[in-house]
């Protein structure tokens, strides 16, 4: 039993072999192809959703809120539920959470693929997943965060190494580069009257800062993420 368990601490902890550059290369493009077009974006979303209110509920706990719940929509909205101080720095960062988990999830998965540590990345990624589903409060939301999660597992469980590898640089890409748009998006919404209650609007209210101030973090996140998480999975 012991030496079952080092052989899966030394699988799970250990280095992986970096992939060729093509398929680091590919991987790129076919996660670009999941963000770009309508028709897949309004799919492939679903995952940024999840990320999102995943974020919103790590960073409650964190700062000491009771997390009551977290809902995910077929439309790719979300709602996450959380009880404390409805003022103060916890709910600041709370709410500031959403816009920036994705593309720092996809940072943070640069830094373990830059280390080789590729099925490393992916139980990672599963205990998150397993840990949010627990919170999940509604039928979709626990199909998609039970569907993410099992694409993870069964991906580090059943496969060989070279399609871990490009599942997880795949995922990884997917967040950098999905974790952009959102709040593009959220700023065409708002230009049109749409989206009065934003993750933006809300910060506004609790710290007197113009909403645009909270969408140029968004944007420097991400982009700084995409900048920064590339050039390590690029090797550069």
């Known amino acids: 039993m012991a030496t079952t368990a080092a052989v899966a601490a030394v699988e799970v902890f250990g280095t992986q072999p970096a992939p ?90 640069a830094w373990l693929l830059a280390a080789h540590r590729i099925t490393l990345l992916l139980w990672v990624a599963t205990a ?34 070279a399609v871990q590898a490009a599942f997880a640089y795949a995922a990884v890409w997917f967040l950098l580069l999905g974790g952009v748009r959102p709040a593009f998006e959220l700023q065409a919404k708002r230009r049109h009257g749409g989206a009065s209650d934003s993750d933006a609007d809300q910060l506004a209210r609790l710290t007197h800062v113009p909403p645009a101030m909270w969408f140029f973090l968004f944007h420097a996140v991400s982009l700084c993420s995409l900048i920064g998480g590339g050039r390590w999975l690029l090797g550069l």
């Open 20 to 109: 060729d550059q093509w398929l680091v290369i590919g991987t790129a493009a076919l996660a670009l192809v999941a963000v770009v077009p309508h028709a897949l974006w309004r799919l492939s979303r679903n995952a940024i959703t999840i990320a999102h209110e995943g974020g919103h509920g790590l960073i409650a706990l964190v700062t000491g809120r009771r997390l009551q719940g977290i809902r995910l929509h077929s439309d790719t909205s979300g709602l996450t539920v959380s009880r404390g101080k409805p003022t103060g720095l916890g709910m600041i960062l709370t709410a500031a959470a959403g816009y920036t988990a994705p593309p720092l999830l996809g940072l943070g998965g």
């Open 128 to 161: 998150l997943l397993i840990a949010m589903l627990l919170m999940i409060r509604n039928a979709y939301g626990a199909l998609t965060v039970i569907l993410t999660g099992a694409a993870f597992l069964l991906v580090s469980w059943l496969t060989e190494p």
